[in-house]
């Protein structure tokens, strides 16, 4: 088996493109929607995590990010 994705919303093209190619090449076509195909790579830890944090930043909290790390290169100093 092989998988051809195809990245549309667009279901009618889709939907022709399977068409297509079952009559033209008579190939079985099963198509499988995003929320269905399972991602064989492992994620890391880091990975879900980011998931799970992606879009909870405000933006009090990312001035407030900005500013710590400013601040801490400017009191960085190298003691030799």
């Known amino acids: 088996m092989t998988t051809l994705q195809i990245k549309t919303d667009d279901l009618g093209a889709v939907e022709e493109i399977k068409n ?16 269905k195909i399972v991602n064989n ?7 879900e995590f980011a998931d799970k944090m992606d879009g909870t930043f405000t933006p009090e909290i990312i001035n407030q990010i900005k500013g710590s790390r400013k601040k801490a290169r400017d009191n960085f100093i190298i003691n030799v």
């Open 20 to 35: 297509i190619v079952m009559q033209k090449f008579h190939f079985e076509v099963e198509v499988i929607p995003n929320k």
């Open 41 to 47: 790579k492992s994620r890391t830890k880091w990975a």
